[in-house]
């Protein structure tokens, strides 16, 4: 062990690229990297960096000059920019992911991911799922990440979409709704905007809590004033008996995130402000209002503040404002659109989430982050286009098939007043929004979650359109029975300038495609577009091609804007994209799991829950020097879940790249903590003359397991105990008992269901046993339990820790033998639900050593890779500190006498009674085997049962349950081999 350590430099880069001027571009980027590289500096794995921090790695392990580089929210110019110059100087790094953002706009895809994972260099680690935003963290407007707080749960009217549940269905439009605008000719003017709201309730309110978006432009603000009236809403710009709520609103102010604070101050972005009212307003269920927001004071040059907006759920116009930088239509000196202001009407009052909820909301997140990079970047996902059965089988025509926006459903002629000959067209009939409906068939049967269509040349002008997409059946062209799939889709930006466009389902939703059923594809525009002149035509189209001689329709829409055809045989330029996964098979696991916070922003409980959900280590960003929001916790080196990191921005921004990276190179102290030890179970069998194995290893063993008591059906208790208890727990160690379910046949199911129906007599019948023989610690041992129990196992379980934990004058620890994903018999474990259980339990030990036995045909006891398989699936259910992962001492014989388990002294006697039979490795299995012509043996001996125990080393497991120890330490265990790097002193010794 070490006192000190050099500090290796963390640099942490976001987006590479030369759109946003806060971040390095790619010429800025390559010069960082080749002046690394020419001046000694090697960058490592993370894997070795988190080594490093635990003391598994030391100095002279590493290169003498390392770095660890990283980007945070895996951006898409990391793929196109960053990642050719890290592979041309072979520099590994790590990318922390947003998993609810890879696939979307300036974020880097699945397929991205993968290539870089593949390449060597790459490692993932965590940003969060869905949870990388601002949410509040109290009443009075102070907002925090929302990965890092209990959100504050107001009882006021929210206008937006609730972030914590529909957060991917905010599509966060902004709007200007104060300080100075710009106009075309230049003149600068104040900011006046209208939001409107629908109380869903009655209340007096007395605050607005509203969240600001990006400001316009991005470098700095000013103290602007402005006053801002509520009153009934009339329409976009109307409001009815009009209230002044605070005559001088100014928004906050805060510096900006950047090394050279001199470079000013911003409006907080992504967070909430709050508007404190002169006097309290009340607003009635049920109605509509306006909010005003009317700017007092101008700067001397364009600065604009914004909210964000969510897409509207409601068909009237929720939004206008004055500027001329708002992305909407503009209606006369308007622009408007339906939107939902993201913001709360509130009377203070509300209440923080529990800390349970917070960390369920974390665990789920968790959860979701890890499981999605593993499987979509592993090799577990097959996304194939699945192209409908064509509608024509004819040649046809081109057509472009209105799918959204709006128009005029006719156009009437205009002729020339003399010659009669058409000069034109106006408009006529209704100004419609669009709604398009498509048959599609296919021939085989797949899970889909996203549509695929070539866009064709727009009709009219194009505006910002929201639309829903439905799925239903076709019902021979009158359609019914939908579903919604997308809610306020709205086409990518950039739709102009790439060939295919994507509509992904909303969050979470999937649908499963029948093979030969004909279904209908509906697509209804929530919006339509207008300027100074009235409505104006804005639709977008996807080519495809129709038959005009074909009799039956397939395709039919409400606009003219096909060449006024409204109804047609149609082949769309239309895809669904089917998923197929073998997951957990081919899961891309990380050597170790590690997290960025958002925004750098933690709490003990946050990094107690990471802990818990295996990850390693944390890190967050320097305090003081890059970022002085009170809002983030100040950065320490002292521990590994509280790492900084030197925030790479733009070279403008910051002090000279050699510098900074001096720097950060220098002594300071560095937590080289000890190995952590191994916990060393083992299961002891009933012997009368006690068990030689346990006292040969009395040194090696920590915690000794007897088999003891099994219930019967009147939930009493038969057994008895191996005497060496009372000898073990003289020389001062614990001594637990099992209690399990095992009857006259076997394990009983019956008495399993008995034991968790009558909570009470059965866990009294354990408190009695365990205090009156004076255990230390007890262990349950249930098999074969019915699926249908599996909700009372969980409770039961709860209640007996409950028990063993608190209310007995001593704490007792429970462990509890658990059957395991991927068993011979797949329903063996569908009873055990490891993630409830483990809540409760101190110690998780899957019984992974029963791949064959009596039960089955011959083969391994434990099947290496299907070992490895397992505690990677486990791991996502249970924390890592509670597994004892389960090591098979024993093997098994099938032979014209009997089949049965045998130990490893009866297994060599039955070998050594026939004539020149030795066993041989099965490399295969990793297990031993031995055959002859009246029988089979497998089993585990020393090398292969070290194999298993480096790979649990290797995932960090702390804990090994042995089953089972019996007379047979003599010719089992070998010296020699070290299997056990946290104690030299533990050697397998195998078969001589």
């Keep these: 062990m070490q006192d000190k350590a050099w500090y290796i430099p963390v640099l942490a880069y976001h987006e590479i690229g030369t759109e946003q001027w806060y971040y390095n571009n790619p010429e800025q980027f390559s010069e960082h990297i080749k002046w690394l590289y020419e001046n000694g500096y090697k960058a490592i794995h993370i894997k070795d960096y988190v080594d490093y921090w635990k003391g598994l790695l030391v100095e002279k392990d590493l290169p003498e000059k390392p770095v660890l580089i990283v980007f ?171 209230t002044v709520a605070a005559e001088n609103w100014q928004p906050k102010q805060e510096p900006l995130d950047l090394y050279d604070a001199g470079l000013g101050i911003s409006w907080p972005v992504g967070r909430y402000d709050i508007i404190y009212f002169d006097q309290p307003y009340t607003v009635q269920t049920g109605n509509w209002y306006n909010l005003r927001f009317l700017t007092k004071n101008i700067s001397d040059k364009q600065q604009e503040l914004r909210i964000f907006m969510d897409p509207s759920l409601f068909s009237i116009e929720n939004c206008a404002t004055n500027s001329y930088s708002s992305d909407y239509d503009r209606v006369g000196s308007w622009a408007v659109h339906h939107g939902l202001p993201m913001l709360i009407l509130s009377d203070g009052t509300g209440e923080n989430e529990s800390e349970t909820a917070y960390n369920a909301r974390i665990d789920a997140d968790t959860v979701r982050l890890k499981t999605t990079i593993e499987e979509y970047v592993g090799d577990c996902v097959t996304l194939t286009r699945e192209n409908p059965m064509k509608n024509i089988d004819t040649a046809s025509d081109s057509i472009a098939i209105p799918i959204f926006g709006a128009s005029w459903t006719e156009t009437v002629d205009v002729t020339d007043p003399i010659t009669g000959e058409k000069i034109g067209e106006v408009p006529a009939g209704n100004f419609e929004e669009v709604e398009t409906c498509l048959k599609a068939m296919f021939e085989r049967s797949f899970v889909t979650r996203k549509i695929v269509f070539n866009p064709a040349t727009p009709f009219g002008n194009g505006y910002v359109v929201l639309c829903d997409v439905y799925i239903g059946d076709w019902n021979s062209g009158n359609p019914d029975n939908f579903r919604l799939l997308r809610r306020g889709f709205s086409p990518n930006k950039k739709w102009r300038e790439i060939h295919t466009l994507e509509i992904e389902f909303d969050d979470g939703k999937s649908y499963h495609i029948q093979a030969g059923h004909e279904y209908c594809l509906k697509f209804v525009t929530r919006n339509s577009t207008r300027n100074e002149d009235g409505e104006v035509e804005g639709v977008f189209c996807i080519s495809g091609r129709y038959d005009p001689k074909n009799s039956e329709v397939t395709g039919f829409w409400n606009s003219r804007a096909a060449d006024n055809i409204k109804d047609a045989a149609v082949n769309p330029d239309l895809w669904f994209i089917s998923e197929e996964s073998t997951y957990p098979e081919g899961a891309y696991i990380p050597p170790v799991w590690t997290l960025a916070f958002p925004f750098g922003a933690h709490n003990e409980t946050l990094r107690e829950n990471q802990k818990e959900n295996g990850m390693e280590a944390m890190f967050t960003i320097q305090a003081g020097l890059f970022d ?288 020149k039979l030795l066993p041989i490795k099965d490399y295969q299995s990793g297990q031993w085997t031995a055959v002859a012509n009246d029988g089979k043996t497998w089993f585990a001996a020393g090398d292969t049962i070290g194999e298993l125990l480096e790979l649990v080393h290797g995932e960090r497991i702390r804990g090994i349950a042995l089953w089972k120890l019996d007379d047979d330490d003599f010719s089992f265990w070998k010296k020699g081999k070290r299997i056990n790097v946290y104690r030299p002193n533990f050697r397998l010794r195998k078969m001589g």
């Design 628 to 915: 002085t929001r009170q809002n983030h916790n100040p950065a320490v080196v002292d521990v590994i879940d509280e790492i900084p990191r030197l925030m790479m921005l733009n070279d403008d921004l910051m002090a000279p790249f050699a510098n900074l990276v001096k720097f950060h190179t220098f002594e300071m102290f560095c937590p080289q903590k000890p190995k952590p030890p191994l916990d060393i179970y083992a299961y002891v069998i009933n012997r009368e003359w006690g068990c030689y194995s346990l006292r040969e290893n009395k040194e090696l063993i920590d915690t000794a397991i007897f088999d003891g008591y099994n219930f019967t059906e009147d939930l009493s208790l038969e057994g008895d105990i191996n005497p060496d208890k009372t000898w073990w727990q003289s020389i001062g160690k614990p001594a637990y008992v099992v209690f399990g379910n095992y009857g006259e046949s076997g394990f009983d199911s019956d008495i399993a269901s008995q034991i968790f129906a009558n909570p009470q007599a059965s866990i009294q019948a354990i408190i009695d046993t365990i205090t009156s023989e004076s255990w230390d610690g007890v262990c349950i041992d249930f098999e074969e339990v019915k699926e249908t129990d599996r909700n009372a196992a969980s409770a039961w379980f709860m209640t007996l820790a409950q028990k063993l934990h608190t209310e007995l004058n001593r704490y007792y620890e429970l462990v509890v033998a658990a059957p395991y994903p991927y068993a011979n018999n797949i329903q063996w474990d569908a009873w055990f639900d490891y993630y409830e259980i483990a809540k409760w339990a101190d110690r998780i030990s899957p019984m992974t050593y029963l791949d064959h036995g009596p039960w089955t045909e011959p083969g391994a006891i434990t099947r290496f890779e299907d070992f490895k398989r397992r505690y990677m699936t486990l791991l996502k259910f249970v924390p890592r500190h509670k597994i004892l992962a389960g090591i098979g001492l024993f093997g098994c014989l099938w032979s014209e006498e009997m089949t049965a388990e045998q130990n490893l002294v009866e297994l060599a006697t039955w070998i050594a009674g026939r004539t």
């Design 72 to 242: 945070d929210d895996a951006r898409a110019g990391v793929y196109r920019y960053a990642y050719p110059i890290l592979k041309q100087y072979n520099m590994p790094f790590t990318v922390f992911v947003i998993g609810g953002s890879v696939e979307k706009q300036d974020f880097m895809t699945f397929a991205e991911l993968k290539e870089m994972v593949k390449s060597g260099l790459c490692t993932l680690g965590s940003h969060s799922f869905g949870l990388h935003y601002f949410d509040l963290a109290d009443a009075q407007g102070n907002s925090e990440s929302a990965f890092a707080c209990g959100i504050w749960q107001d009882s006021g009217i929210y206008a937006y979409l609730n972030q914590g549940e529909n957060y991917p269905l905010s599509q966060y439009w902004a709007l200007p709704i104060a300080g100075t605008g710009k106009s075309p000719n230049g003149e600068l003017f104040p900011i006046e905007s209208y939001v409107g709201f629908y109380a869903d309730k009655t209340m007096t309110v007395d605050r607005i809590l509203l969240k600001l978006a990006t400001h316009i432009p991005t470098e700095t603000c000013y103290d602007v004033k402005i006053q801002v009236s509520i009153g009934e809403k009339a329409d976009s710009t109307g409001i009815v008996n009009e």
